[in-house]
Every structure is written in structure tokens, then in C-alpha cells.
């Protein structure tokens, strides 16, 4: 790891600032000592991860900003303790606190293991394949998208296992979509590059898909991926950019999130493809232009979260440590350790049907959430969010999350550095910024939200990059060689 004297000062620096501004809104001084430990690891595993322009690195900080750094910001800002919604504080805090070491130790380990490189798919790319890349990759995950819209009519929506089971990992990048031809944009030159017609058209209807999907993450993540090719090619200080940030971060908090609040409870996620359209289109715009709907729509949600019902609330996501309290919490207060159960789970999702006909069809957040109280008796498809910090303690207590944080993550990021070696953004865009982008849009949010089951399913990605990769790569013989550049 590469600890300049500079660096070590920041992070030390920021530790300070998270323990000082907690303690002066309430926080008790253990909760906020333990709450700055884990910043203080979490800050140095995106240093061993490379620094926030590498792939690794910008997973760790997605990491500890999604479960602390908001949380604690937010809260010292409202100054409301960290340490007042939480159920188990001190239990909570010390699984932040060791997990996020167990971070550290993960990534510092992996990358000074060698790796071999036969496998991997981060090779120069030309820009005839970036052309087709970018078609099939639009076509696929709209096409995985809508095959699992239309079986999520029999209930069978979340399936992980099976074709469905691969269609729902091409869905999920449809969101990301919108990258390649960026970066095709981007390499041509092009005078019209964030405003070319065929851009602003794919940011436009992967919004209204995004919509319809009723999730806040693909109603939003679009913008946020326009947003991000366009910091990397015009720097941090771009005003524009900065403009639509703000316009994002508004239409975030006074539309998308009341809306998918809302209408995921009034018909939004039931019956047809038709009949889901017709009920989600009348509840946005009925959303975006009545104050008084909004208004009441909002006041209805009423959820256990971390930060209560008010401004604040569309942030919930953004701390994570609130949904982890409830598994450690439940767990500890039922002495409902589960072992091996949660952790085989996640193997058992990727083996093949004809070899295991009985194996589960969805990883284990519902089986999760039935200990937490979350769900009804019977309801055996809701898969509700704890993190992998929160399901390591459920399985095996403080024991869990010492031995088996480090141990996942370190495997985690070397299987993927088999694959597509270590991608980092250097400016210019390279097959290592497409690669940079496709890691953080695959695994930004399953890596903070999902359980150790969900982790370990995801680690089939390879299975489903290669058969994109060989389908662009078919197609692209295709294309016209005329206006094409090689």
C-alpha cells in the first residue's frame, strides 16, 4: 500500500473530523470512536484499493461512504447522533469498525498476490468494437430487462438461478449502457459529445425505463452515469456538471423518491407488463406536477430507517449502517446465529440445476429479513438489504466479521483481477476506463446491499462478460466498413 506522509495526513484528518463532529451532536464518545475507526480503515482500504481512480479503490469508497461517511455527515449536519436510531449501538459500531479493517486487510493482500493475465479481457480496445460492444450491450440487458419484467408477472421476478438468473444480470447494466457509446463519442472526437442526439436519446429513455422499474437506483443511476463520463473528461470543477448534479440531486428528493415509495405499494410492481405501465405512468405524473399528492405521499411512508421521515429520508440507502443494525440487533437479541447456512447459500445459487435440482432460486435477504421481522410469515421472494458486514455477524458473530471479511474480499477482488486485471481511470478513454466503469456500475451497489449469498452468486460475472464480449465481437464483422474508423 502506498501511504504517503500526505495521504496518512488526510485520512487522519478526516478520522479526526468524523469523531469531533459526532461527539458534538450527541454521539456517545465509544459509538463515535468506533464509528471513526472504521472511516479511519475504510479511508485506507481505498488507498490499497489504488485511490478512488482505481476500480478496487472506488468500490471501497462506495463501500464506507454508503454505510458511514453519509450517515455521519448527514446526521452530525441535523446534529442528531449517530448512535440514536440504532438498536445495538455498541455491537453495531464495532461490527463498522472491524469489518472495514477487515477491508483494508482484504484489499492489501489480494493485490500483492500475482495474478495471472491469459484470462483477461482488459486488452486494447479499437473503436470498431467499441461501436459494437455498445449496441450489443443495449440490446442485451433491454432485452434481460423486459424477459424479467414480463415473468415477474408470475412471481417469479428476483429468481436468481437459471435463464431467468442470467437475463437479470444483463438487466442490471442497463443503466450502463450509455458508457460505450459515450467513450465512442469521446474517441471520435465528436463535436456534439454529451448532447449528441443519440446520447441525450438513451439518457432519456433509460430515465423513463428507470421509472417504470419503480427502483429509486435505476430511475437515478443514468444521470449518474452521464454525470461521471462527464467529470472524467472535464475534470472535477466543471460548473455544468456540477448544475446537473444539483438538478439531479432535487429531482432525486422531491420526485423519484417519493414516487418509488409510493407506487411499488399501488400496483406498480403487480400484474401485467401493460398493467404496470398504465399504473406507473399516472403515478409520476401525477407526482411531478401535484404538490399536495407529493406532500401526502410522502408523509404516508412510514418506515423503520435510519434517518426518520422529513428531508433526510431519501437518504436512507445512503446509510447503510441503519439497515445493518437491524440484522445485528435481531440476531443478537434472538441468539439467532445461523453458521455455514447463509455462507454455503451463495454456492449453492451459482451450481448448475441438472446438478443441484433443489437449490435455492434467490439469495438469502428475505431468509434474513424473516429473523429481523421484516417480512410477512409467508412472504418467501421480498429480499431486504443488511450488507455483508451484518450477514458475517449473523453467521458467526464478531468471529465472522474478523476472519471473514478480509478473507471474501480478498478473493472477491482477485477473482475479478483474473478477469479484467485492475482497471483504472487514467484520463482518456481506454479499454481500462470502459472496464473502470463496468466494475463500479456492476458491483456499486450488490457490494454494499447485498448478502454474502448475492456476493458469492455475482462472482459468475466472467460467465455473462465473455458472452457479451463474444457476441460484439461476432457483430462487429458486420458493421459497414465505410465511416466506421478501425
Request: aromatic content about 12%.
Amino acid at each position: 500500500m502506498n501511504l504517503s506522509r500526505e495521504r496518512l495526513i488526510v485520512t487522519l484528518s478526516v478520522t479526526l473530523c468524523c469523531f469531533i463532529a459526532q461527539s458534538l451532536a450527541g454521539t456517545s464518545v465509544e459509538i463515535a470512536a468506533l464509528f471513526a475507526a472504521a472511516v479511519f480503515f475504510g479511508t485506507l482500504s481505498v488507498i490499497a484499493g489504488g485511490g478512488p481512480k482505481s476500480a478496487f479503490g472506488c468500490l471501497n469508497a462506495v463501500l464506507i461512504g454508503k454505510f458511514l461517511v453519509v450517515a455521519i455527515l448527514l446526521k452530525s449536519l441535523a446534529l442528531q447522533p449517530s448512535d440514536g436510531p440504532l438498536h445495538a449501538p455498541q455491537t453495531t459500531a464495532l461490527v463498522m469498525a472491524l469489518g472495514f479493517a477487515g477491508l483494508l486487510v482484504g484489499t492489501a493482500v489480494q493485490s500483492r498476490l500475482s495474478c495471472p493475465q491469459v484470462l483477461s479481457m482488459n486488452q486494447p480496445l479499437n473503436l470498431r468494437m467499441l461501436l459494437s460492444f455498445a449496441i450489443v450491450l443495449f440490446a442485451a440487458s433491454y432485452v434481460g430487462y423486459f424477459a424479467a419484467q414480463i415473468a415477474s408477472g408470475g412471481g417469479q421476478g428476483i429468481q436468481t438461478g437459471g435463464w431467468l438468473g442470467i437475463a437479470r444480470a444483463l438487466a442490471a447494466l442497463k443503466s450502463f449502457a450509455i458508457v460505450p457509446p459515450m467513450l465512442y463519442f469521446w474517441r471520435t472526437r465528436s463535436r456534439l459529445w454529451m448532447t449528441h442526439p443519440v446520447i441525450l436519446t438513451l439518457l432519456a429513455w433509460s430515465a423513463v425505463v428507470g421509472i417504470f422499474s419503480t427502483s429509486k437506483q435505476d430511475a437515478i443511476e443514468p444521470l449518474l452515469f452521464y454525470v461521471l463520463v462527464g467529470f472524467m473528461r472535464y475534470g472535477m470543477r466543471d460548473i455544468r456538471l456540477w448544475s446537473l448534479v444539483s438538478a439531479g440531486v432535487l429531482y432525486y428528493g422531491l420526485i423519484v423518491f417519493p414516487y418509488s415509495q409510493f407506487v411499488r405499494h399501488s400496483g406498480g410492481r403487480e400484474g401485467t407488463l401493460l398493467q404496470r405501465v398504465e399504473v406507473t405512468k399516472e403515478t409520476f405524473l401525477r407526482m411531478a406536477s401535484d404538490r399536495d399528492f407529493r406532500t401526502a405521499t410522502t408523509d404516508r411512508v412510514s418506515e423503520a430507517a435510519y434517518f426518520e421521515q422529513g428531508p433526510l429520508s431519501p437518504f436512507n440507502r445512503l446509510a447503510m449502517v441503519g439497515e445493518a443494525d437491524k440484522l445485528i440487533s435481531a440476531t443478537e437479541r434472538q441468539n439467532a446465529y445461523t453458521g455455514w447456512e447463509t455462507i454455503v447459500w451463495g454456492f449453492k445459487l451459482v451450481m448448475p440445476s441438472f446438478l443441484m435440482p433443489n437449490k435455492p432460486v434467490f439469495e438469502a435477504g428475505n431468509y434474513l429479513a424473516h429473523i429481523v421481522g421484516e417480512v410477512g410469515t409467508n412472504d418467501a421472494t421480498t429480499q431486504v438489504s443488511y450488507g455483508i458486514m451484518a450477514n458475517l455477524y449473523n453467521a458467526f458473530a464478531l468471529t465472522g466479521v474478523v476472519i471473514g471479511t478480509p478473507l471474501f474480499f480478498a478473493a472477491f477482488y482477485y477473482w475479478i483481477r483474473i478477469f479484467l486485471g485492475e482497471p483504472r481511470w487514467s484520463g482518456e478513454p481506454t479499454s481500462s476506463a470502459l472496464w473502470f466503469i463496468w466494475l463500479v456500475a456492476t458491483f456499486q451497489h450488490s457490494i454494499v446491499e447485498s448478502s454474502m449469498s448475492g456476493l458469492v452468486a455475482s462472482l459468475s460475472f466472467p460467465a455473462v462478460l465473455a458472452l457479451l464480449w463474444a457476441s460484439a465481437k461476432w457483430f462487429s464483422m458486420f458493421l459497414p466498413t465505410n465511416g466506421v474508423p478501425a
